[in-house]
């Protein structure tokens, strides 16, 4: 089993639509959540950082740790076609840094 | 622009050769991270250096070795290339010690071996 699981998609939504991302772990010792996006042939770009559970928003972007159920939820509110891409979660221990991502969901927006 | 610049952008090299890649970390961060990443994958950790030393490496073999210079830029160097090595290769760099995990990709180094 892998630690952290993302469903792959492919995820195909029309322009406008609010989209949920969403991964789960199993390593209970995880404090750090992130989201990056990836488009075609690029690095990851570092969209959302949450520190243990919560919510935060910034702009469009909502992150959702909930870790009692080890569970981690991105929302994209009034998609826009600019927002296709690879969404990739990670999270990493206290005091390490290393990162463990999950598979990515590859979203397309649909003008 | 994360300030993390890797080079070279694409390379093909084949079977049982040799690769060094390079990265130049953002002004101000004392750590930098290595990852592989295959087609359709997430990225895997390969190793972190911290103060020119290794400071923890993943799932990786011997045959994946860096370095760290005393500015902050890297090198990645795979010996004995082989085919399930073509992979995107990506340079993440951070600051060790501000508690959280702010850590900043470059664009990585494509790596098709044949």
């Known amino acids: 089993q892998k630690e952290v699981e993302q469903d792959p998609g492919p995820l195909s939504v029309p322009e406008g639509a609010i989209v949920s991302l969403n991964c789960t772990y199993s390593?209970?010792?995880?404090?750090?959540f992130m989201w990056y996006r990836q488009y075609s042939r690029k690095g990851p770009e570092l969209l959302m950082y949450?520190?243990?559970?919560g919510n935060k928003e910034d702009g469009r972007f909502t992150a959702q740790v909930d870790k009692s159920s080890k569970y981690i939820s991105l929302f994209i509110r009034d998609s826009q076609p600019s927002d296709s891409a690879t969404y990739l979660c990670?999270?990493?221990?206290?005091?390490?840094?290393?990162?463990?991502f999950g598979q990515g969901t590859r979203l397309t927006i649909n003008p | 622009e994360t300030g993390v610049t890797q080079s070279p952008t694409h390379l093909i090299k084949t079977r049982g050769q040799q690769v060094t890649l390079r990265c130049s970390s953002q002004?101000?961060?004392?750590?930098v991270s290595w990852y592989q990443q295959a087609l359709g994958q997430g990225p895997q950790f390969i190793f972190q250096?911290?103060?020119?030393?290794?400071?923890g490496r993943g799932n990786f073999p011997p045959r994946f070795s860096g370095l760290q210079f005393p500015n902050y830029s890297s090198e990645l160097n795979v010996n004995a290339l082989e085919l399930d090595d073509s992979a995107l290769y990506l340079c993440?760099?951070?600051?060790?010690?501000?508690?959280?995990?702010?850590?900043?990709f470059g664009e990585g180094s494509w790596l098709t071996v044949v």
């Open positions: 949450t520190y243990s559970s």
């Open positions: 990670a999270m990493s221990e206290q005091g390490a840094q290393k990162l463990v």
């Open positions: 390593n209970s010792a995880f404090q750090y």
């Open positions: 250096y911290y103060r020119e030393e290794e400071n």
């Open positions: 002004s101000g961060h004392n750590t």
């Open positions: 993440a760099s951070s600051f060790s010690g501000t508690g959280g995990n702010t850590i900043y």
